[in-house]
């Protein structure tokens, strides 16, 4: 394999690749980027067996061939050379990198290790990806992290009735955005990893649609993102959602974020808490937190809606993150009593709602 391709092409696409290769695995040969070389286009591949990026750019092909090299040592070397001609020459395992005054050699791998990747096959639905990444970064962060029970680390992508649902639940929170799409229908839970890569990746227009063995694909102009199906029951999480709440109030979300941030400066460490005593007749909701050796911190902001006053406590994280994902100035929180699932809403985002469970208060 020869190819001279220009560095300030090659980088983008060779650094966007290799964010999916293993930094240390048991398989060496995933800590490698696939480099093809075939008919003017040099072609690059990385996967961890869960997620997979292909994409390509164009170049001089002087001799066709492949070669696998480690994959964060390359983008270092690429990173450091200036713009221009960069010339690729594999022999024997051993790739040679030059450029003006510059010349390495990498140890790399025999093409032939490396796992297949499955090519796309039927197109199920199309989306923009403005909207694809909307909705990644709103239900994303409430998958779980801990991979006791790794259906949970997933996001649900269910397409039915010309509606895609995607939906992110961790066992304390959710989050679930709608959105309207002609297509075939499809349920799968795809990795939040996975799919963060993909709202990273792409412009345009997203193809989504089934791999083989298991896998979605999704495809764009530059870059095609391939991902395992999470196998197992995802939570039928409408069961926990009220369907009527007693009480509703409305409030400014800047106001509530200043107030959030300024509390949970004294909470309890590790636990986070604040509390809300909220009086719907009187207008005002108080934000509270207080830890027994720092001190404590009261805020009020105004608030307007119905039904009784109260007292509930939740993990400031999740208040955080809820408030971040509601797109709209003007959020809804509704509620029944202080141990019941809690429903955040933005009037003006009526596809996307986000559930938080409050946590008990020791008397």
């Given at each position: ?258 107030a959030v941030q300024l509390t949970s ?27 027994a050796q720092q001190g404590e911190a ?66």
């Open positions: 394999m020869e190819v001279t391709v220009l560095q300030e092409n090659l980088l983008p696409r060779l650094t966007a690749v290799a964010r999916v290769a293993s930094a240390k695995s048991a398989l060496p040969i995933l800590e490698n980027v696939l480099l093809t070389a075939e008919k003017a286009v040099l072609h690059l591949a990385a996967t961890d067996l869960e997620t997979g990026i292909k994409t390509k750019v164009g170049a001089k092909v002087s001799t066709e061939g492949a070669i696998t090299v480690p994959a964060r040592l390359l983008v270092s070397l690429i990173t450091n050379l200036p713009p221009g001609k960069v010339t690729l020459k594999a022999e024997k395992d051993i790739l040679t990198i030059s450029a003006e005054s510059f010349s390495s050699k990498i140890n790399g791998m025999p093409a032939a290790e490396f796992p297949n990747l499955a090519s796309p096959g039927k197109v199920l639905f199309k989306i923009p990806a403005k909207d694809f990444k909307e909705a990644v970064t709103q239900v994303s962060f409430a998958a779980a992290q801990d991979e006791s029970r790794p259906i949970l680390t997933g996001i649900m992508l269910k397409l039915g009735g010309g509606t895609l649902v995607l939906a992110g639940v961790d066992g304390f929170r959710l989050g679930e955005k709608k959105i309207p799409i002609v297509g075939e229908g499809l349920t799968a839970v795809v990795p939040a990893r996975s799919l963060g890569e993909v709202s990273r990746l792409v412009e345009g227009e997203v193809e989504i649609g089934l791999a083989e063995e298991g896998q979605l694909f999704f495809n764009a102009p530059d870059f095609l993102v391939l991902s395992q199906v999470l196998e197992g029951e995802f939570p039928e999480y409408e069961q926990i959602i009220p369907g009527n709440f007693e009480t509703r109030i409305s409030f400014s979300k800047e106001e509530m974020v200043k400066v004294f909470s309890d460490s590790g636990t986070t808490i604040i509390v809300f005593n909220f009086d719907p007749q009187k207008k005002i909701l108080e934000v509270s937190s207080q830890e009261r805020l009020e902001i105004p608030i307007s809606g119905e039904g009784k006053k109260g007292t509930i406590a939740f993990n400031s994280h999740y208040v955080s993150d809820a408030l971040s994902a509601l797109l709209d100035e003007d959020v809804t929180l509704a509620m029944n009593s202080s141990l019941d699932p809690v429903l955040l809403t933005s009037p003006k985002d009526k596809n996307y709602r986000h559930v938080i469970m409050p946590v008990r208060l020791q008397d």
